[in-house]
Structures are given as C-alpha cells and as structure tokens.
C-alpha cells in the first residue's frame, strides 16, 4: 500500500512530506511553496489519507487609520469630557474650539455621551452630569482599544457592544477575516514523515521528452477515481439566451424589431397614447421623471395629438382640456416599450401597410420590489397595423408567442388601459405559487391614438407583456431579483435552453 502510495506522488507532495514533521506555521518556508499552492498540496495529501486538515476562520480586530490616532491622542469623546467642569455650562460653538475637534468628531462625541448619560443639553450649553469618577474611568471603548489586536471570538461580553459601536465609525477599527489552519498526521503520515523520497517518476510529456525518447519511462501513477473540480465553460447569461429565444419567434413570425431609447419625452411615453396629462392613468405607472426635456415631433402630428387631447378626433369628444406642449417634452425613463410602438406608427405611410413590428427592451416603473416586481425589467412589445385586423388576431398572435414559450395554460381577462379598446389581460398560470400571474396588457389601439398617429383610424393590434416573469417560469426561478444578483454558481449551474423548445 505505501510503495502504491508513493508512486501517486507529484513533486509538491514529496517536498511536503520531507517536513510534515513541522507545525503548519513553518512550512511555507521550509518547502518553499507559496500559501496557495501549500494549501492544495495538503488537501491532495488529505485525500491519500497521510493527515487531517484543520482549517478556523476567525475574525481578527486591529486599528484603523483613526484608530490608531485615538490610541494616541484619546477617542474625541474623551477630549470633550476632558474640558467640561462640574456646574459650569459650555456653549456648544464654544466647546468644539475648546476640544479641538472637527464638526464630525464633535457631533458623534456629543451623542456618545449623550447616551452614556454624562451630559446633557440646555438653552445652547452642554451641562457635565457625570461625577468625577465616572470621569475618570475608561470606557468600553478606550478599553477595547488599548488592547488591540484581538481575535472578535475572544471578546468578553461586556466588549462587545464595544466593538460594534467603534466599528461603525470612521476607520477606528477593521474587522479582517484570517484563517488558522492546522493538521493531525495519521499513522501513515506519522510513517512517512520527515522522509526523502526520492523518485524518478515522469510528471508530464514535453515536446522535449518526445524527441529524446529512450526506451521505457514510468509515469506517476493517477488514481481516476478522485473527484475533480467541475468544468464551467463560457456561455450566454440565460437572460440574454432568452431574449434570443424570443426575438426568434417573432421574427418567424414576420415581425421586425423596433429599437429605441429608454429615455423618451412624455409626449411618445404617454401624449400619443391619447392618455391625459392631468389624468391619474399616468400614475399607475409610478413614473421616474428625469431634470430634462427632449424635443417634439414635427408640426402636423403634434397638432393632430394637442387636436386629439382637446376637443377629440374621429368622432371623439376628447378630454376637453388645455394641452400643454412644454409638459409633452419632460423627459422620462420609459414605463413601457409602447412609446416605441408610438414612434413607429408614427413614421408609416398607408403604402406601407400591414406591417408588423415587435421590440424587447428595458422599461423602468417606480414598484415597491418584491419576488415578482422590479423598478426596471424586461417587456416585450408588438404592433399589427392592417385594415383587415381584428380582435381575434390579437388573441392568436398572442396565443402563438406563449405557447412557443413553453406555456401551457393561458387565459385572458377583460381589462382597461388609457389607449386600447377593447383591451385584454394575460395571464399565466405559476405552478409554484400556483396563482395565475398577470405578464401584460393588449387590445387595439383607440382610433384617437391611430388617427392622430397615422393620419387615419385603421386598426392596430397592441400589446405590452412582461419579460422578465416569462424568463421566471423558463428557468424556475421563484424571485425575480435573482435574476439580477450575477450569482456565478446560478449562472454556471443553470442549464441551457431553459426555455421550452
């Protein structure tokens, strides 16, 4: 078993068990390796069953930059204590000259004592409290200082406020993690210990070695039963895998995308969607509003929204108030992609129909964030703009993209957005949760938004559904955060093609 053993032996090893008889303390440099390298060679030997490695983490605390000032001059506090007279008032601007310290060091000083209960403040002035020997007496603080540095796990208990309380200030102490390793030899360690072992094993094949070959060479025996490291290679982040996936379907099912800027004007994010400027439909958007403005669209189509907004259009009657062009061009971060789809339409000529369009962007809202909503996520967007379009086609466009994604119960329920009508919710059903989620609204696009658009009311499929839930379901992923947290082990673990199909 042993001469088997030895024949397993790489270089390191053998150089390590020459001074196994060491404490692990003198071992970097009585071999020679470096720590990283010296930690490897042990664990290899550990699994050959020649010792037993004993690693502690613990928490060492030293001084920091200011720490080590105050382990000098005295913690800020103390100076403050140090000027302050029994019976005599001390304005406050006054004191802080008086102490010598900065308007930082002064103010934590004055709620530190404060709360100790040494002094108190009246009419402008700090009253000393404390008697003259709680003066005189070290705090916990200048306690812990002095006897630094200590291991965190050895504080006695009466410390330990101590330390949390120094280590929320300014570079007074540093908390540094440091690792103790140690090891145990087993018999058979306790054998080969302190040995020279000398081997002329070979421990890979050089081009060298080829060209010099001379008969028969022994190679250093493997034992391919070992557990080895798992590989990760390189792969796209699943998240991008399934914007692919998406941007696949949608082009094979005619679609182009439309592309655009997340920062947009109110008058595409919300104006051309025939939503009211003073109308609470644009706060169910909890909008970010940006300290910028961008620029309006040609004349004819501004005045056809202003036409659209104030006394109506097609047969509409409008909202019947006074449109303001300024309040169009505040400059917001997109809440949804269908400012795209506005642009779009916006740009087409009768000639040009039917098109249809799709885009996948980023969009921002202001959402209290929890396992199903974020302040920024995926949406994906699609616009059918054909005189022959109806509701049904809605459905089915959408029943297509769904099904192709994987899912398999789809239904869809009657809803109301500022801009569609009729106007549908779709939702999905979420097997761990097991509640149906909501991914998004659709309908046809009001003629007030088509007509001032394009020029004409022709019938516009619309809709606007939540991506990142889509990657959610795909990837079994029961928060949406982790989405974003860049976990490499969920990244390198996550399987490809997640996505159905």
């Known amino acids: 078993m042993k001469n088997a053993l030895i024949a397993t032996l790489s270089t390191h090893e053998r150089t390590l068990i020459s001074h196994l008889n060491k404490p692990y303390t003198e071992l970097t440099e009585a071999t020679g390796l470096e720590e990283a390298t010296l930690v490897k060679t042990l664990l290899s030997l550990e699994t050959k069953g020649l010792l037993i490695l004993k690693t502690t983490k613990k928490t060492l605390i030293d001084t920091g930059v200011n720490g080590i000032r105050y382990a000098r001059t005295g913690l800020p506090e103390r100076k403050l204590l140090s000027i302050l007279k029994p019976h005599h008032p001390l304005p406050l601007l006054e004191a802080q000259k008086v102490a010598g310290l900065s308007e930082n060091e002064y103010n934590v000083s004055l709620g530190i004592l404060k709360s100790k209960g040494m002094i108190s403040l009246d009419q402008g002035a700090i009253v000393l409290t404390a008697s003259p020997a709680e003066c005189m007496k070290k705090t916990l603080e200048e306690q812990l200082i002095e006897k630094l540095p200590l291991v965190k796990e050895t504080l006695t208990p009466e410390l330990v406020p101590a330390c949390i309380a120094l280590h929320k200030r300014k570079d007074i102490i540093e908390l540094k993690e440091h690792t103790e390793r140690s090891y145990t030899l087993t018999p058979l360690g306790k054998e080969l210990a302190g040995t020279t072992i000398e081997s002329n094993v070979l421990e890979e094949v050089t081009p060298e ?40 379907i949608w082009t094979d099912m005619g679609f182009t995308e439309m592309t655009g800027t997340m920062i947009d004007n109110e008058f595409w994010v919300f104006d051309a969607l025939y939503t009211p400027q003073d109308h609470p439909g644009r ?21 056809r929204v202003q036409q659209a907004h104030e006394q109506g259009i097609v047969g509409s009657t409008g909202w019947q108030y006074t449109w303001s062009p300024k309040k169009a061009q505040q400059a917001v971060l997109r809440t949804h992609t269908t400012s795209l789809s506005a642009r779009t339409v916006a740009t087409l000529k009768t000639d040009n129909l039917p098109a249809k369009y799709f885009a996948i962007g980023k969009v921002f809202r202001n959402e209290t964030v929890d396992w199903s909503h974020g302040f920024e996520f995926y949406q994906t967007e699609g616009i059918v703009i054909d005189e022959k379009a109806t509701f049904c086609h809605l459905l089915g466009y959408l029943t297509e993209f769904y099904t192709k994604m994987g899912f398999e119960k789809i239904k869809f329920v009657p809803s109301f957005f500022p801009y569609t009508e009729p106007s549908v919710e779709i939702q999905v059903w979420h097997p761990s949760k097991k509640i149906w989620l909501e991914l998004g609204g659709a309908g046809i696009f009001r003629p007030e938004v088509s007509a001032a658009l394009i020029g004409k009311p022709i019938p516009i499929l619309a809709w606007g559904q939540g991506f990142d839930r889509i990657i959610m379901d795909a990837y079994k992923i029961t928060d949406l955060r982790d989405m974003y947290r860049n976990n490499l082990k969920q990244i390198r673990t996550i399987p490809r093609g997640g996505l159905h199909g």
């Open 209 to 248: 070695l080829i060209r010099n070959w001379q008969g028969a060479k022994q190679f250093r025996a493997y034992d391919l039963s070992l557990p080895v490291a798992p590989l990760t290679g390189g792969k796209r982040h699943f998240v991008n895998e399934a914007i692919e996936k998406a941007v696949r």
């Open 283 to 303: 706060e169910m958007q909890d909008t970010f509003f940006l300290p910028l403005t961008r620029p309006l669209p040609e004349t004819k189509l501004i005045k």
